[in-house]
């Protein structure tokens, strides 16, 4: 069965780092693309990022380009987001999405979606 499962999440001060990664199973992972969205309370989901697993580019949003690096381990199926000098701004549910990318595309659209994993950025 796909799936992919995100962990790591928990609660930080503002400045600190988090990593958070998203773990895959039951596809072809070398061909996909992991993309990371982000949701928090009362507003809707928005895109973070994402990663092609076949060639290793990335793209951010402005709001965490700088801040936000996501990376993979091939061998263990799994992609990273770390996430440095987080701001209170960042607290939200993080999901990891997996997919293969369209002809030409470098990410998306999505198929397999995690459950979520809780970010929480406070003093």
């Known amino acids: 069965q796909a799936q992919v499962m995100e962990s790591g999440g928990g609660l930080v001060q503002p400045g600190g780092s988090l990593r958070l990664s998203c773990a895959a199973s039951?596809?072809?992972?070398?061909?996909?693309?992991i993309g990371w969205f982000r949701q928090a309370p009362g507003k809707e989901r928005e895109g973070v990022g994402c990663?092609?697993?076949?060639?290793?580019?990335?793209f951010y949003v402005d709001a965490v380009k700088g801040r936000f690096t996501a990376s993979r381990d091939n061998a263990k199926k799994t992609v990273y987001l770390q996430m440095n000098s987080l701001k209170p701004e960042d607290t939200a549910i993080y999901y990891c999405a997996a997919g293969q990318p369209d002809e030409h595309a470098m990410c998306g659209p999505y198929k397999y979606w995690g459950q979520g994993t809780q970010v929480t950025v406070s003093s």
């Open positions: 039951g596809f072809s992972f070398d061909t996909y693309a």
């Open positions: 990663i092609n697993i076949n060639d290793g580019r990335t």
